[in-house]
Structure formats: C-alpha cells, structure tokens
C-alpha cells in the first residue's frame, strides 16, 4: 500500500500531517537513504523511512493510555540522568510507543494523556485548540483575596501578560489551597504565577485534561481510554 510522505510520517505517531510536511521540507525525512523534500511523494511500508536518523514505521493500532502521573517521575521516554520517567510506569501495558502529550514538570501530579496518535496529540497542544486544564494547588500559606483577585483579573509576568480562566478557593478546604483552571501552556505557569506573588507551591496536582478526568484512577495507575472519550476528543475539543 503507498502513503503519501506526511501521511506515512503522521501515521507513525511523531506529529500531525502539517508538521510532518514541515519535517520533510526542513530536510529532517530521508526515503532509503536519501533526503526527501517533497511531502507529496510516494512511499510503501516496505521502504526505509527515518526521522533525525531513526526508522519511522506505520502505527496500524492507535493507543491513547491516561496516567495519573505521581511525584518524582519525569515526562519523558528516557532520561539521560537516570530519573524515573512515565514510559518506565506504562510500557507493561502496551506494545508499541506512546508519547505525551504536552507536559507536568517533576513535582507535578495528576492526568497526563500518553497516546501514538500524533495529530490528535498535535492538536490538543495547539494553543488554538484552548483545552481545559484545571489544578488543585497547594500554598505554603493562605491565599490573601487581593491576592486571588489579582490572579483573576491577570498581570504580566517576565515573559508576557498572563490571565487564569478561573481562580477559586476550594470549599471545605483550607484556604492555602485553591483551584486554578487555564488553558495556557507556558512553562511552569501556575508555579511562577505563584511565586510572583511571594508564595510557595507545596502541591500541584492536575485534576482534569480535556473533559477527563482522575474518577477511579489512583496515583501512578493509568488505564485505557474508552472509545466514547476518543470521539470526544477528536471531534468536541475547542
């Protein structure tokens, strides 16, 4: 069977079609040992494709796996230092590699989606796409109101104006723990937004991603998604 180049690429699980047209006209794609710069050629599963010198093949099976991830454990697939990583938590339950999508920082818990489908994974870290995220965070001291309504109206960080969707504090809780819902994907955003206001972050744990949620899901287990929350999340997220 042919495949048109970025859609052999984006098949394998590295990126959606879009960026793997880029990849291919950056030079990044070779086609049996050649450098290919056009997307549109033509290739066959049996042909040699390699990505940054590693060999690309076709994902015939797409696996989308949600992690409550625990402390201490680093997004990644590998670490150089060797510190835990998420793909040590799960690689028990599937056959094939799966990538995360977007980010928690070491200290962070709570939902990360690990899956091979690469355009849906391209998506949902668009910034286009706004996805909801909302965390429960953890303050080494009370959150002052000025302080919330500040968080809430927004004001400039070093690296830009920053506004949370939604900044509360949590009923029948202390009030050194709030819930913060944004979209944003700067790094450590939450964490510096904190900081900025002379507090300390003692917890962070992510409670909902995309519709999803931690119902049944204990830290450091992960399961499958079902296939009602697929279709939710190809075809519902804004």
């Excluded at 990505?51 to 402390?71: A, E, Q, S």
């Excluded at 980010?103 to 818990?109: G, I, Q, V």
């Excluded at 899956?115 to 391209?122: A, H, R």
């Excluded at 003692?202 to 909902?208: H, K, N, S």
Aim: aromatic share 6%; proline share 4%.
């Amino acid at each position: 069977m042919k495949y048109r180049l970025n859609k052999f690429i984006s098949h394998s699980g590295i990126c959606s079609r879009r960026k793997a047209a880029e990849l291919v006209k950056n030079g990044f794609i070779k086609v049996n040992g050649e450098v290919i710069r056009n997307p549109a050629i033509e290739v066959e599963e049996t042909d040699k494709v390699e990505y940054m010198g590693k060999p690309i093949k076709i994902v015939k099976k797409k696996v989308y796996l949600l992690l409550n991830k625990p402390k201490n454990v680093i997004t990644t697939m590998s670490d150089e230092r060797g510190r835990k990583t998420v793909w040590e938590i799960v690689k028990s339950k599937v056959n094939t590699k799966i990538n995360p999508v977007g980010r928690l920082d070491r200290n962070t818990t709570g939902l990360l989606l690990m899956t091979n489908d690469g355009e849906l994974s391209q998506k949902l870290s668009h910034p286009k796409s706004k996805v909801k995220k909302i965390y429960q965070v953890t303050l080494d001291k009370p959150l002052a109101e000025k302080d919330l309504q500040k968080i809430d109206k927004g004001f400039p960080l070093e690296d830009g104006f920053i506004q949370v969707d939604v900044i509360s504090y949590i009923q029948d809780e202390p009030q050194n723990c709030v819930g913060v819902q944004l979209h944003s994907g700067k790094n450590r955003i939450i964490r510096r937004i904190f900081e900025s206001l002379d507090y300390e972050v003692v917890a962070l744990d992510r409670v909902l991603f995309a519709g999803l949620t931690k119902k049944d899901l204990p830290r450091g287990w992960s399961r499958f998604l079902t296939r009602k929350e697929v279709i939710m999340l190809k075809h519902f997220t804004k």
